[in-house]
């Protein structure tokens, strides 16, 4: 089960950061986290990242599928919000596989 469970962590967070690896994603991303649990709409993340609506939703679509996003409606505003329980997730799987053993000097 652990090794089971390891892999599925490794493949999860590989995901991930595959999906921030790309500049504009990872923009988005971070806007978001800084927006708070109330997101942004979608309109003002074109407005600050000045890229065509169409790129943008090809972009959400990524880190909707790995987890890091969700968007909600309100009436005609579409919403992004940051997902802060995977991006802790992201942040608990570096601490605990790749600094557990590190050497402190």
Do not use: W
Not at 11 to 24: M, N, R, V
Not at 32 to 47: C, D, F, I, N, S
Not at 48 to 74: C, F, M, N, W, Y
């Amino acid at each position: 089960y652990f090794c089971y469970h390891r892999n599925m962590q490794i493949l999860h967070a590989s995901s991930a950061f595959k999906e921030l690896g790309h500049p504009t994603r990872l923009s988005v991303f971070t806007l978001l986290v800084k927006a708070g649990h109330g997101g942004l709409p979608v309109g003002r993340l074109q407005e600050s990242l000045q890229v065509p609506h169409s790129t943008l939703s090809h972009h959400i679509a990524k880190l909707t599928s790995v987890g890091l996003v969700k968007q909600e409606r309100d009436g005609r505003v579409l919403y992004c919000i940051a997902q802060y329980t995977h991006l802790n997730a992201l942040i608990d799987f570096l601490q605990d596989e790749c600094c557990s053993d590190a050497v402190v000097e």
